[in-house]
Structures are given as C-alpha cells and as structure tokens.
C-alpha cells in the first residue's frame, strides 16, 4: 500500500534536470552574480564590520559565525525561489509541463527533476560562497568541504515546500505570503546571525522544528572546525522536509494540471 501512496522516483527526473542546466547555461553569469552578491555583501559588511565589535561568539570570530549561517541561509533562498518563480514561469507562462506531459514523462518526474535542480543551484551557489570565505580567513577546517553534499539536502528540504507553494500560487504574487511569512523568519530566528540560545526559551524549541536552524547546526561546527553533534537529527529533519514536501507537491501539481 505504501508504494501506492508514495510517488516513484525515474531516471525520467534527470532529463528535467539537464534540460534546466541548458537553460541555465545560458544565463549561468547573470545568475551567479545575483544570487551571490548578496551573501556577498553580508560576509564584508556584517562579518568586518560588525564583527569587528563583537570579537567572537560561541568561541569563533563572529565572521566565521556568520560565514557559516549565510552558507546554510543562501542554499534555503537559492531553492526556495528556484522552486517559486521558475518552477512557476514554467508550469504557467511559459506552458513547458504541458509540453513534457505529452511525452512518456509523469508528474513525479517533472517535481523530482525539478527538486534536483534546486539543490544543484545551492550547491553552485554555495561553492562560490565557501571559496570566498575561505579568502577571507573564515574557513577553519578542510571539513568545510562537507558542506556541499549538506547543502544539496538543504536545497532538497527547501524545494519541496517551495513547489508546494507554487503548485498553490496564481500568480507571482502569491509568492510574497511564503517569503515573508516563512522565509524571512526562519532568515532570522534560525541562529544565522546570533546563537539560538539567545532567545527566550518558547522561541528555542519553536525554532528546533524549522529545518534552517538543523542545517545551520550542521554547517557551522565544520566551518568553524569543531565535531558537529546531532548530526542524525539534522540530516533527518533535512530530508523528511524533501520527502514530505515532493509527495505532496506530486499531487498538488497533478491536481492542477491534469484535472
């Protein structure tokens, strides 16, 4: 009964995700240079500047802090607004699925393809990031390089709820409900710029079940250099994020299109 429920998973999704790498080829300069100046900007002006004030926090200097949370945080942005605004311009504007629906391919190929392009994109993007922290003098452990497989789940985690959301949208302006009613306070409870420990107790556990704050407690200790500790915990949540999210964005995006 289960395999009845649960959507399966083709080699069919990988031609979605070439497909997208084509696409993005085309654009490839335009795009690193959007959505990595921004993290950009955060690493010089708040890891220099106001990291100048602070010295150190949780016993690292506050670049490495927060080098470390805007690794995590740029892979949920990266994903989330791949899996919005493109997925969207796809399936609505520009009519693709329509046209990948007349082929063998099913629903679950298209958001499994899709999904796996969201987590690429965190992984490029964030590559770019690692490299320039470890310039800066951020990076304290050759660890940091499992920080890429990590972000790969990140973007998995993000994505799905992402195409949930679009399967939901009618039009671009949906949009703005996730961002800023998820998005932006995960951004900024999850421990990206201060410790979690520094809010009051009600907000710590609520935060325990946003998946940035796991994946920020999985990148920071290999940033920083340090044993990372619940590591099963995190790559759990991580990853019930991405299932629970492609099973139900598969019947959202079925519903709407073939209905």
């Excluded at 949780?58 to 919005?84: C, D, K, Q, R, V």
């Excluded at 391919?105 to 990031?129: Q, S």
């Amino acid at each position: 009964m289960l395999t009845l429920f649960l959507p399966r998973f083709r080699h069919a999704a990988l031609a979605i995700w070439a497909r997208n790498v084509l696409v993005w080829r085309k654009l490839m300069l335009a795009s690193l240079l959007i959505n990595f100046g921004e993290p950009f900007l955060y690493l010089i002006g708040l890891g220099y500047g106001l990291g100048g004030f602070i010295g150190e926090m949780m016993h690292m200097p506050y670049l490495t802090f927060l080098a470390s949370g805007i690794l995590a945080s740029s892979a949920m942005n990266i994903a989330s607004f791949e899996g919005m605004y493109s997925v969207y311009t796809r399936m609505v504007p520009q009519r693709s699925y329509e046209a990948i629906l007349a082929t063998p391919m099913e629903i679950a190929d298209i958001v499994a393809g899709e999904m796996l392009w969201c987590a690429t994109k965190a992984i490029i993007n964030g590559a770019a990031i690692l490299v320039v922290a470890t310039l800066l003098g951020a990076v304290h452990s050759w660890h940091a390089l499992w920080v890429l497989p990590i972000q790969f789940l990140i973007g998995l985690a993000f994505a799905g709820p992402a195409l949930v959301m679009t399967s939901l949208a009618r039009g671009y302006d949906f949009f703005n409900y996730y961002v800023t009613l998820v998005v932006t306070p995960m951004f900024v409870l999850s421990g990206v710029f201060y410790p979690v420990s520094s809010l009051p107790e009600t907000a710590q556990s609520a935060v325990q079940f946003l998946p940035l704050t796991h994946a920020v407690d999985l990148i920071r200790p290999l940033v920083a250099g340090l044993p990372p500790t619940n590591v099963a915990l995190h790559l759990a949540v991580l990853a019930g994020y991405a299932v629970v999210g492609y099973v139900i964005a598969v019947r959202l995006i079925k519903r709407r299109l073939l209905v």
